[in-house]
């Protein structure tokens, strides 16, 4: 083993070395580029163009070897590839859904072809990718192409997609997303990374030999990720899906604010995620599969070895006689190395130890694999991880003190459990807040598992066919129109008061009415004490005062939501479903009460608010049946093992309701998010806000968990800042204003949260419609799905 021949089997089962790799040659991938002289143009239309007096960037391996340039594309070349992409799309989504199946399967038998040249480019790019995974990809999602249109017959393309990743993205990661959205029948423009820009290239060149129609498939390269927003600004782009690290999504956000594109961010790329071995775990194949995982030259994701205290001296001896003898990593840097060394060096000053297979030199690119044993939770190394082979390791001695630290990182990626007892396993699958879990295993992955980013590991569900939601839109409904962004000063927005008109002729012998707001299931007066008028429809009469609810009122209905919301969550699907009957009776128990308000305070006939509150009754009656109907299930996985994907709630939701079909809409997202496992924050219409706090008295009559729901009234533009910055909300849903909409899209970014931004328009019928793609819809904005992989052999 390792260039030695005559080691006995005991010595090399004591030592576990790795046996030599076999030579790698480059011929095939070499005579590629040469034939594109080392220059790749950009890929428009179905062919390289290479414009003239275009900016050239070099692609440098680590040792310093040019391999090759891209085009640096400009905006000229972005409008040239926008007009491209919506010609291919017509062409592309014209097509029938077993046509489209079938160019995703010849695309198979191409790369199958090709694949030699894609391994030798991928290794020389520095961006490996095995061509059997992008293979898989092709075969499960060309079976979604063929059943769309029968399975999915509510739905239909977004139109042009754009996808971006940022660096250390890998091939496959962004390939996940091309493939679905191109299943779905959308056009696709990708904006790579440098080092994965020629691999790029290569795929759509043989996509086109596959038969994609020209345009269908287009990339664009540049020389930063400025390129992304150049390419948004188009009013061809749809929608825009990013893969990488959650700086560069954060800046596109921000960027793209405004522009009315939605925008799903995997940031899965440099977060932290916990490695946890338990006293009944396998020590050997935990300790071998933790060397594997964190001391890889190239990973998107970093460790923390999580070891319960009854076996932290075995497996630290094993950690030092696996590592015997291992080699030094190289470094992106000098600069990375500095921020390794000054990692290491604070984590000894905090009192950790070290064990590493030799020193590291005193100046260079290279760093041993290195344990930090006894690290704190809130050290640098564990928190903002340094780029190097590091490795945390820290105790604990219950299985929820496990759970404890292991949610305690921001990044909600993934999670390795090792045990040999299934019911501790499931356990903690369930308390770990993150998107995917292996248990004895690590990094398994296919395209048929759906994950979602928790908390600050994105807003996007990547695989199963709950990921190809993102790249289709109701068939029923009109794309979202595009807008440009409006000049916003994003410090003052929201702070100035309501302006209150009071008219003059209004009775002073009638006394106006003041309601209150609900928060942690009491009925009570805003914390400022301030109250804003409410007119009736026509502006020629006070109906009454609501509060003027702020800041510290939204703090206040947060803490209560989180208090309760585990326990809701937990709640039995069947009793959720019963406490949603319950609402839906003494709704209608106070019909003719709403009748009477819904006229008053819009002005509609007494015929058609008798017809919302009939439909909101029957709204509330279908989330109560569909509570234990829409859940997740066993996944097909093409390996030995059982995979279970989890439907899990988004957790506290924010919620800024429209002016139109008030009540309606308010039972609509009510009823999805808490039918969910969700609690929410509601502010209601700021024109119309009284049918909504009328609804407190039938939320007060039910047996709804205090805090559960809260209901807070007063500005929009304020209320919107407030739950705009609050950590613990994870989701927004929106209907207000341009500038309310850019606000957020601004805004959400730290943590990230998954927002659903509207305009308030002149229309009812996104609330009047009872179809069941329409309610599986907001389902699916209310809850993040996870995926626990238990492996058999």
């Not at 072809?113 to 075969?139: G, H, I, K, T």
Request: charged share 15%; proline share 6%.
């Amino acid at each position: 083993m390792a260039g030695c021949t005559n080691k006995t089997v005991h010595e090399i089962f004591q030592s576990m070395e790795y046996g030599p790799t076999a030579s790698s040659s480059s011929a095939t991938a070499q005579a590629w580029l040469d034939h594109h002289s080392g220059c790749l143009g950009l890929f428009i239309n179905g062919k390289f163009v290479v414009a003239t007096n275009r900016q050239t960037r070099p692609l440098v391996d680590s040792k310093g070897v040019q391999v090759c340039s891209t085009v640096c594309a400009v905006e000229e070349d972005v409008s040239l590839c926008a007009a491209s992409s919506l010609n291919g799309f017509k062409s592309w989504s014209a097509l029938h859904s077993q046509e489209r199946a079938k160019i995703l399967l010849r695309m198979v038998g191409v790369l199958g072809q090709n694949s030699a040249c894609l391994s030798e480019l991928c290794d020389l790019c520095e961006a490996p990718c095995s061509p059997s995974s992008v293979v898989r990809l092709l075969q499960y999602y060309s079976s979604w192409a063929q059943l769309r249109d029968s399975l999915l017959s509510g739905w239909t393309p977004l139109g042009v997609v754009e996808v971006v990743c940022s660096s250390e993205c890998s091939l496959y990661s962004l390939m996940a997303k091309v493939i679905p959205a191109l299943a779905m029948g959308n056009s696709v423009i990708i904006v790579p990374e440098h080092c994965t820009a020629p691999a790029v290239l290569l795929l759509a060149q043989l996509f086109m030999s596959a038969g994609l129609p020209a345009g269908a498939l287009n990339v664009l390269t540049g020389s930063d990720m400025s390129l992304a927003a150049l390419v948004t600004k188009n009013s061809s782009i749809s929608y825009v899906a990013y893969s990488g690290n959650k700086q560069d999504g954060v800046n596109l956000c921000k960027a793209t604010a405004g522009m009315g594109v939605p925008v799903s961010v995997s940031a899965n790329i440099g977060g932290t995620c916990p490695f946890i071995i338990f006293e009944t775990a396998d020590i050997d194949s935990a300790v071998d599969a933790v060397i594997e995982a964190a001391f890889k030259k190239k990973k998107e994701i970093n460790w923390v070895l999580l070891v319960q205290e009854n076996v932290l001296n075995s497996v630290m001896s094993r950690l030092k006689l696996r590592m015997t003898g291992m080699k030094s990593v190289s470094l992106a840097s000098e600069a990375a190395r500095a921020l390794v060394d000054a990692a290491v060096q604070e984590a000894q000053q905090q009192g950790a130890t070290l064990i590493r297979p030799c020193e590291p030199a005193l100046s260079n690119a290279l760093y041993p694999p290195t344990v930090l044993c006894g690290t704190a939770p809130s050290s640098s190394c564990v928190v903002n991880p340094a780029p190097g082979p590091l490795l945390p390791l820290m105790t604990f001695r219950s299985n929820t003190e496990a759970v404890t630290v292991g949610n305690h990182s921001p990044h909600g990626h993934a999670a390795s459990i090792w045990t040999e007892d299934l019911t501790l396993a499931h356990e903690t699958s369930k308390s770990l807040s993150v998107g995917c879990v292996w248990v004895n295993s690590h990094s398994v992955s296919d395209p048929c598992m759906p994950v979602s980013g928790h908390k600050d590991s994105g807003t996007c569900t990547d695989g199963g066919h709950e990921g190809l939601y993102h790249y289709l839109r109701l068939s029923s409904t009109n794309p979202l129109p595009r807008s440009s962004p409006v000049s916003l000063d994003y410090a003052s927005f929201g702070i100035a008061a309501p302006t209150t008109i009071f008219p003059d002729d209004s009775d002073p012998a009638s006394t106006p009415k003041f309601y209150q707001q609900f928060i942690g299931g009491k009925a009570c007066k805003s914390v400022s004490g301030g109250s804003v008028a409410v007119m009736s429809a026509d502006g020629a009469k006070l109906m009454g005062y609501c509060p003027d609810g702020g800041r510290k009122d939204v703090r206040n209905a947060v803490e209560a939501a989180t208090k309760v919301q585990s326990g809701w969550m937990k709640k039995n699907l069947s009793a959720r479903a019963q406490s949603l009957y319950t609402l839906a009776k003494g709704l209608e128990a106070k019909k003719k009460d709403f009748v009477v308000c819904l006229t008053r305070q819009t002005g509609v006939s007494a015929e058609s608010a008798d017809n919302e509150v009939e439909l909101s009754v029957a709204r509330l009656n279908d989330w109560a049946a569909l509570c234990d109907k829409v859940h997740g299930g066993t996944l097909p996985m093409p390996q030995p093992g059982s995979a279970l994907s989890i439907a899990d709630p988004q957790g506290v939701i924010g919620i800024v309701l429209p002016d139109k079909s008030p009540l309606l809409s308010t039972v609509t997202v009510l009823g999805a998010a808490i039918a969910t496992g969700n609690a929410v924050v509601m502010v209601p219409s700021q024109k119309n806000p009284i049918p909504t706090i009328t609804f407190i008295q039938v939320l007060q009559s039910s047996d709804l968990p205090a805090g559960l729901v809260n209901i807070i009234t007063g500005s929009k533009d304020q209320l919107t800042v407030a739950l705009a910055n609050h950590s613990v909300i994870k989701a927004i849903w929106y209907w207000g204003t341009a500038e309310g909409c850019q606000y957020l899209q601004h805004t959400c970014t730290s943590p990230l949260k998954t927002l659903i931004c509207q305009k308030d328009d002149d229309g009812d019928s996104e609330w009047v419609r009872c179809d069941l793609p329409f309610l599986e819809h907001k389902w699916r904005c209310a809850v993040q799905w996870k995926t626990v992989w238990i492996p058999t052999a």
